[in-house]
């Protein structure tokens, strides 16, 4: 009788149909996968317990060598940093962790101090490494070198991270992004001007924060990009213009009250609201009548703190709009034209038969 | 007739074998797409530092969505959890979906609530609101508590909804606890796409034996019960290797309702969530991609691996039936009103694949498991069993439900090991061993009476009974 295939591999079964032997076949298969992966489990907890005891061992010794250099650096010669350097810094592993306690003390501390171990990540020829990365095909390796020569404030290397700034990887051309704005001073955002890439609101709110964190630079007039035709650039720089207070951007932001993108012009009402634009109420009432529902309620807010008591009337006829929410708006406001809109509410208010009595008390609730 | 009968077992034998083929491969592909996918996650989020939301006026801004019905063991604590998650922008909602305990008497003493003239933006239509509260104390200044008649879950996030005054609402279990920083993850995935992001999901993981002080996880332990335990395998099997895998392939179709954030305005536009279903949050999520297919609209749905949200799982075979019971309803209804969608290329990978999957390998898998048995009883009786073929094709599912558990526990290791000590990880293995054996049948059961109930009409959700948080684990576990 001529053997099947699985039963040449279990020799001890052959009687039995193909299909049983299929059967046990991959069972023993499927077993041996789940032995596998339960020694692989064990292996990989008595590697991560090496792999920490081998961390705690090089974070104290990176951190002795660190607090010696900071502090008794006239003692250090030049071939105590290379036996250092020979002994630590060649195994990648190790580089790693004393890099990182050194990015980490680096960011805690300033003046001489920072100066220093910017000193020391040169001479133990870190920089050098940083700048390998740089050259690696992995946007991982990339960012990462990025981000210490950002920390370390290498700016003879702006030119190289500048090349990463429309990289397809998002992570990758937001450290390079992040990386100019701390290190050019003068110009932290002129990488505007060559980005082509969106800039997604993750991205924006670490430049801001970055902006915020870096120390002493020149944060320039965000209306320069107003006219870019990325539209999450112009957002960022409208939210950039509103967080800076910069009010010689308001005649640019109310062009942006005809742009196409209904984000924008939202974006730009808040942003004008915010910088207590008061030249923007016209504008506004004239853009009113074409917007959509929750613009329209953005166009009453803003016109509430911008504008005076004499659109009371345009409130008014506003509160019968069919929407709730611009209703809700439209008291709010004039709630907000002094005791003249606040009577007209309170009357509502207070005659219970009246359509909108809900809407005026709620407006009138001091907790809301 | 004694041929057509050997031939009949003969045909469901390949047929079922063929069925197990399917699963097994679909498990493999998908556990594949996980782990690329987990790597892809962790190698990207290890340039994130979230704090960095905290201090940035860029942040969207956050409604957090609680409904609670007879909650009076654990509210006060509860709402204090949730009010001190990290996260500035953002509102507490606590909707009472007219508890007949006194838990609205607990949260207006604990937190000095006191009623508002509200008006409501009624976007969404629900049960009448009985009032609207807010605390005196600034304190408390994030948390706003809604009384309302008795409408069921769907309901009382609806009313959520209506008064929610941020983009972004987060809907959850008032009973399960999240992690500090679960509300910054979940944003993130909104403000970091391309595409319109309408919904993010995390992992949900089982809190039973773990210690948990005024809403607060203290220690992370492996569930005392067996019956817990194996649930623990289950959500690891869910979420690293199943969900991460459809959200990578942008097939995603449920986000837990314990723990979920959308994007408020597409889920008004979609209608809210649906009263008339028991799985509502399967529903929903469903029912916001045909939206956004159908308008055209491109978006995502993301998923993140971090653990977020501890939630407490069934500790008796009653309540695990009745939760089964209600799981197996949901999807079948949800299937049935989306049924449109299915191998309808205008709905793309969702129409495409994720539907025709999960009507196959999760609707239908335990019908095929029940009937399949059923099958081979009657044949054993008949004298027509092949003992050989069941013994042998026993021994391969229950190799395959090792294996797949245990790459379960190497996903959970590699990823973010939670627990720590050998004993756990070792406790989950000798779980995994007898789970197909005692928990299985019992799952496959409470489905089968799942679409019994369906098919009869049963529209309940099924009494959920928990025993809370507040006793503490035995010491050496």
Known sequence: METTYPSRILPAIPELPDLVQLNLLTSLLFAAIAFILFLFIIYSRFRDGVRFRKRRWMDKKAQQFITSYLFNADELTASHLESFRQKYITNAFQRYVFIENLLKLHRNITGESSDRLRTLYQSLGLHAYAKQKLYTSSWAKNANGICELAEMGMKQDVELIRAFINHSHPVLRSEAQIALVHLQNEAPFSFLDELEEPLMEWQQMQLARAAQKADSIKIPAFSQWLQKDEDTIVMFCIRMIEHYNQYDAVADLLKLLDHPSALIRKETVVALRNLGACEAAEKLLQIYGNEQVTMRQEILKTLALIAGDELLTFYNNQLHDSDKGVQFEAARAMAQCGARGNELISIIKNNPQHGLQPVAAYTLEPTT | ?477
């Not at chain 2, 050997?6 to 063929?18: D, H, K, R, W």
């Not at chain 2, 999960?358 to 239908?364: D, G």
């Not at chain 2, 099958?375 to 069993?385: N, S, V």
């Not at chain 2, 090792?402 to 627990?419: D, G, H, K, N």
Request: charged fraction near 20%.
């Open chain 2, 1 to 477: 007739m004694q041929y057509y009968l050997s031939e009949t077992a003969g045909f469901f034998n390949y047929l079922i074998l063929f069925y197990a083929i399917g699963i097994c491969l679909s498990y493999v592909v998908l556990s594949a797409i996980s782990a690329w996918a987990m790597k892809r996650y962790k190698q990207k989020n290890s340039f994130v530092n979230y704090r960095a939301i905290l201090s940035s006026p860029f942040a969207p801004s956050v409604s957090l969505i609680a409904p609670a019905y007879n909650e009076s063991m654990t509210i006060v604590d509860n709402v204090r959890s949730l009010l001190t998650l990290h996260y500035n922008n953002c509102e507490v909602i606590i909707v009472n979906d007219g508890s007949k305990d006194n838990t609205m008497e607990l949260l207006i003493k604990a937190y000095e609530l006191e009623k508002l003239d509200f008006a409501v933006n009624e976007l969404i239509a629900t049960k009448p609101i009985r009032g609207v509260y807010k605390a005196r104390n600034p304190a408390y200044h994030k948390l706003v508590v809604v009384d309302k008649e008795n409408g069921g879950k769907a309901d009382a996030l609806n009313v959520g909804i209506n008064i929610a005054a941020n983009k972004l609402i987060a809907c959850i279990d008032v009973d399960c606890v999240l992690e500090s920083d679960s509300l910054l993850k979940l944003v993130k995935p909104f403000m970091e796409e391309e595409r319109k992001v309408i919904a993010t999901g995390g992992v949900i993981r089982i809190a039973n034996s773990c210690v948990v002080e005024a809403g607060r996880l203290i220690s992370i332990r492996v569930p005392e019960k067996f019956i817990a335990r194996v649930q623990v395998l289950e959500y690891f099997r869910a979420f690293l290797m199943g969900r991460m895998a459809w959200a990578q392939m942008d097939g995603l179709l449920l986000i837990s309702g314990a723990f979920g954030m959308f994007d408020k305005e597409t889920v008004i536009r979609a209608g809210g969530y649906n009263h008339n279903t028991v799985g509502e949050d399967m529903e929903l999520l469903v029912r916001m991609r045909r939206l956004m297919y159908e308008e055209k609209t491109p978006c995502k749905v993301a998923f993140i691996p971090d653990p977020l949200c501890w939630t407490e799982a069934p500790q008796t075979w009653d309540i695990l039936k009745r939760q089964r019971n209600r799981w197996t309803r949901g999807t079948a209804e949800t299937l049935w009103l989306h049924r449109k969608m299915i191998f309808n290329k205008k709905y793309g990978i969702l129409g495409m694949l994720s539907l025709p999957l999960w009507i196959l390998f999760e609707w239908l898998a335990p019908l095929v498991e029940f009937f399949g048995t059923l099958f081979f009883i009657c044949m054993a009786i008949l004298g027509y069993a092949n003992w050989p073929y069941f013994f042998s094709f026993f021994g391969l599912v229950y190799a395959f439900a090792i294996m797949t558990s245990v790459s379960a526990i190497l996903f959970e290791e590699r990823s973010y090991q939670q627990y720590k000590r050998p004993k756990h990880m070792l406790k989950l293995l000798g779980t995994a061993l007898f789970e197909p054996v005692f928990y299985h049948p019992v799952t496959v059961w409470a489905a089968i009476k799942g679409n019994y109930d369906l098919i009869t009409g049963k529209k309940s959700w099924g009494e959920m009974t928990r025993t809370g948080f507040a006793q503490k684990a035995p010491a050496g576990n």
